[in-house]
């Protein structure tokens, strides 16, 4: 027989699976004796109360054995089926991929960047020599920005697909089976490359092809429809051809967006946010979440993980919210372009550095970017990038990041000193209080007051803002048909996942790389069978 019952347990108990099991078989008025085995199907930390617990879901097996976690779909022989091209090794063009392979098409990705071990050698260049490789960069390269990330899964858009599916893929790749059951999933940045290059061996056996440090620079157009790409190789540029093109390029390829206009393919400027990233000591953090002081939070922790946080408020009429929180984490340079500071954090599996990192943004409106009008559906992208600019000339021209504590950004008073930083490149003190057009700064003022009432201890001479968080969404859609998912205009493209604005974060990207995949192949379908 098997029961699902959902206990409370201190931190210190949740480990042990014999007291979980004493308390299963007391909860549902049954012999300890008789269960023979426990799964935990959810677990999530509940600090509201003074003293925090930890919330399970368990499920309760007697006298039976669990099922093995079954396998997601296997992919077959494509070497020679109907190619579908893939622009982009992101989240959102190798789920995609898996999906065209799973389905009987040979998916043939295109990524400018590098493979995932390479890139490593461009991360640290922008770490220590402040050179950013505008091929192979924090965003750009196999695994997309996802890669070098915090890894979280968790997603808002549970009704566009099936999230559980997404993490069992994971969990084939070689995840820990905890993300199936953590109420906060998460992967770390270490983990992460081995996971995709697992999906890569698994996509190269089944015959898809690869095509690393391969730009596309154009799309084959001919009368409404797509019939390829032209991308860059080694110098010399060449046509991949196909009916369908998945274009999967995220959100920080700004080029796409220009080829997209310049190629008068329908594109439009649409609201995104922007702000800056934050840093506290993770032991503050973790004092005021977990309701102790500084010197009782060491020990919680060796039960407890770092403690995170997601705040919000409203001023003058726009949201002010905190966005990809990692907690004991390193706040990453994540520029791919020349004269760009952009800011954005990662952290590994343990969450075990001694800093706390947050963007805190504000949702920006066509009226913000208004004076870049006569850029038509690129006004944004502009916006974006000036501010940008500005980020890199106030932290002195290099990867450094401009700074400022908290409260002297508030008072308006360039900061004396600035505190140790998890930004490898380097901080410099900066008014971004001036630097930051009032549209953003004075609503993130009024947002860091407001959280520090919400959260006692949040604000604090002892947080430094870093700037600029800039690229949390895209500043551009491209706008496709809600059912076919085709670009409105262009037949055979389809706009995917966070660069055209469909999606926000791993788990929605993969999910809308899937549904793109499956809508690909349902127009490729017809072609195949009159062959
Ligand atoms: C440092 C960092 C930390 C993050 N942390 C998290 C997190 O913890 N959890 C979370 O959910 N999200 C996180 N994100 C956001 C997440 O990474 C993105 O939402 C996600 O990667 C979007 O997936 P995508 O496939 O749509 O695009 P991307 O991941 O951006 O992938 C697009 C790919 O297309 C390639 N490309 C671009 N232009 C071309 C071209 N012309 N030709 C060929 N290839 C091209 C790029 O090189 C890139 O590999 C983080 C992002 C960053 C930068």
């Known amino acids: 027989m098997i029961h699902e019952t959902e206990i409370f347990v201190s931190p210190e108990d949740a480990g042990s699976e014999e ?5 299963a078989s007391q909860k549902l008025s049954i012999p300890v004796k008789s269960i023979s085995f426990i799964r935990i199907l959810k677990r999530s930390v509940d600090a509201r109360a003074k003293s925090v617990r930890l919330n399970i879901r368990l499920r309760v097996y007697v006298g039976e054995t669990p099922a093995q976690l079954e396998k997601t779909s296997e992919m077959p022989d494509v070497s020679k089926a109907t190619p579908i091209i893939i622009v982009g090794a992101g989240p959102a063009g190798l789920f995609a991929a898996m999906k065209v392979a799973a389905m009987g098409f040979k998916p043939i990705i295109l990524e400018r960047g590098k493979d995932v071990r390479s890139r490593r050698f ?17 965003c750009f390269g196999e695994g997309g920005a996802g890669t070098y990330s915090d890894g979280k899964l968790y997603t808002r858009s549970t009704k566009r697909g099936d999230v559980n599916e997404v993490l069992k893929i994971f969990v084939n790749h070689g995840a820990s089976e905890d993300i199936l059951v953590d109420a906060h999933p998460h992967i770390g940045t270490n983990k992460l490359p081995q996971i995709i290059i697992s999906i890569r061996e698994a996509l190269l056996a089944c015959g898809a092809e690869i095509h690393f440090e391969c730009r596309m620079t154009d799309l084959i157009l001919k009368d409404q429809s797509v019939k390829g790409v032209l991308a860059q190789v080694s110098g010399h540029s060449r046509e991949f051809l196909s009916n369908q093109v998945i274009l999967a390029t995220g959100h920080s390829a700004g080029d796409v967006f220009e080829m997209l206009h310049r190629q008068h ?10 702000g800056v990233r934050i840093e506290h000591p993770q032991s503050l953090i973790d004092s005021i979440q977990y309701h102790c002081n500084l010197t009782q939070v060491e020990k919680l ?4 993980p770092a403690a995170s946080y997601s705040l919000v408020h409203q001023s003058e009429g726009r949201g002010v919210y905190s966005f990809c929180m990692c907690p004991g984490g390193i706040i990453a340079p994540c520029a791919t372009g020349p004269e760009q500071v952009v800011t954005n954090g990662w952290s590994p599996s343990k969450r075990n550095n001694p800093f706390s990192n947050s963007g805190v943004v504000v949702s ?3 009226d913000d970017f208004k004076h870049y009008a006569d850029q038509g559906p690129l006004a944004g992208l502009r916006y974006q990038r000036a501010l940008e600019k500005i980020a890199f000339l106030a932290g002195g021209q290099t990867q450094s990041a401009p700074a400022q504590r908290m409260i002297d950004f508030i008072e308006g008073k360039l900061s004396s000193t600035l505190p140790e930083t998890s930004y490898q490149p380097g901080i410099l003190s900066a008014p971004l ?7 953003i700064g004075k609503r993130l003022q009024d947002g860091f007051k407001a959280f520090g009432t919400k959260m006692k201890g949040y604000l604090t001479n002892e947080a430094v803002l870093h700037g ?27 706009p995917c996942a966070e660069g055209a604005g469909y ?23 017809p072609e195949t069978i009159k062959r």
């Open 265 to 274: 393919v329908l594109i439009e400027a649409k609201p995104f946010a922007m």
């Open 503 to 525: 999606a926000g974060g791993i788990v929605s990207a993969a999910i809308d790389g899937q549904n793109c995949a499956e809508a690909a192949v349902r127009s490729a379908r």
């Open 468 to 494: 600029v968080e800039s690229r949390t969404s895209s500043p551009v859609r491209i706008p496709r048909n809600k059912e076919t998912l085709e670009h409105i205009q262009i037949k055979g493209l389809y």
């Open 433 to 439: 209080h001036e630097l930051l057009p009032s549209e």
């Open 122 to 138: 461009d991360l640290a260049a922008i770490h220590k020599q402040h050179l950013v490789n505008p091929e192979s960069n924090y």
């Open 301 to 304: 922790r060796e039960h407890l």
């Open 19 to 23: 007291v979980l099991k004493s308390i």
């Open 364 to 366: 920006i409106e066509a």
